[in-house]
């Protein structure tokens, strides 16, 4: 085991969770330093609720929990609607949003401490040590980084839950439940233990954001979503601040069975992981965004996004949320965003969301221009020549017979 030299004061990414309490305690019989937990606040509810008092009882000098619920759906969870993204056309990126907020905090905090370190309780085979250490390096990169899954000797879940118990850590993770969850206002990820075999459903009672569809409504459910520039503003001609609408959101999708995901991914550092989702309200603002993008996006000013929008979800989920490329893909997309507004109205069914209607100020669909009765703005045999033209390469191809 190979340890970092001269630490005194750690500052620990603190979920409260098996992992990061089996870290905070091995942290102190480890290093001679002073170890300060920090929990960021993104919408976890009742699981904040003990942590202040478990920290203190596992040996942190203190505890920071910082409610960054207002930048997380402002700053992280909007621009990746705007962009549309998914990693593998499946995933939300629930996740892979919010580790570089909470990495970007942690460092604010080692600074004001006077913190020489910080540490975090992602595994070495997972995608998370790397999103917290890119953003680490991007934003302090003298800063010391300590991951003691890559340096301890424990080598499963079930010796870290062996580890607490003798060291009198309350814990909620059992060998008959072993795996791993993840909540925030936009998502929860369930992964590892009995999910690992991806022939297997996920079980029914793990899910806690949605009902299933078989036991939701017999009746649909339609709302209404306003946008600006690409932004969600309203909820059925309500305006509401971001955490406010995707609250809402949440519980009206999760009550439908809306959002839920299974899948097998490709993870950074090589592996492929089976991971189980729940994302409701996010599901409706990704189907509502594309919606009123498609009578407001030029043509070929949406193809160009979309071909750009793979490769931008995948930094997201590499963890390159702070590196130049990032960016600029951010500002193309804001730019793409300008004419994104007007209203979506959707149905929530049964675990389905599907678009009812749209409208915009800034549509560029009219019927008059699509009709297939008389109208004056097409003359329908200009076609002829523009299929001749397209198909002259074809022509030459087949006449060359290659």
Known sequence: MKMKKNVKKIVLAYSGGLDTSAILRWLLDNYSAEVIAFTADLGQGE?????????????????????????????FVFPAVKANLTYEATYLLGTSIARPLIAKKQIEIARKEGADAVAHGATGKGNDQVRFELTYFALAPQITVIAPWREWTFT?????????????????????????????????????????????????????LTVSPERAPDKPTYIELEFEKGVPVALDGERLQPVALLSKLNEVAGKHGVGRVDM?????????????????????????????????????????????????????????????????????????????????RLKLYKGNCTVAGRKSPRSLYH??????????????????????????????RALLGH
Not at 166 to 189: A, M, Q, W
Not at 290 to 307: K, N, P, Q
Not at 380 to 388: L, P, S, T, V
Request: charged share 30%; aromatic share 10%; glycine share 6%.
């Open 264 to 344: 097998v991914e490709n993870r950074f550092v090589g592996m492929k992981s089976r991971g189980v989702y729940e994302t409701p309200g996010g599901t409706v603002l990704h189907v509502a965004h594309r919606a009123i993008e498609s009578i407001t996006l030029d043509r070929e000013v949406m193809h160009l996004r979309d071909s750009l929008t793979p490769r931008y979800a995948e930094l997201v989920y590499y963890g390159f949320w702070f590196a130049p490329e990032t960016e600029l893909m951010r500002k193309i997309v804001d730019d793409t965003q300008q004419n994104v507004t007007g209203m979506v």
């Open 367 to 396: 019927p008059d221009f699509a009709t297939f009765e008389r109208e004056t703005v097409y003359n329908q045999a200009d076609a002829e020549g523009f299929i001749r033209l397209n198909a002259l390469r074809l022509r030459i």
């Open 47 to 75: 699981e904040l609720d003990p942590l202040n008092e478990k920290a203190r009882k596992t040996g942190a000098s203190k505890i920071y929990i910082e409610d960054l619920k207002e930048e997380f759906v402002r700053d």
């Open 156 to 208: 499963s879940r079930s010796d870290l839950i062996a580890y607490s118990r003798d060291c009198g850590i309350p814990i909620t993770v059992t060998e008959e439940k072993p795996y791993s969850s993840d909540r925030n206002l936009f998502h929860i990820s369930f992964e590892g233990g009995i999910l690992e075999d991806p022939w297997r459903e996920p079980p029914e009672d793990i899910f806690i």
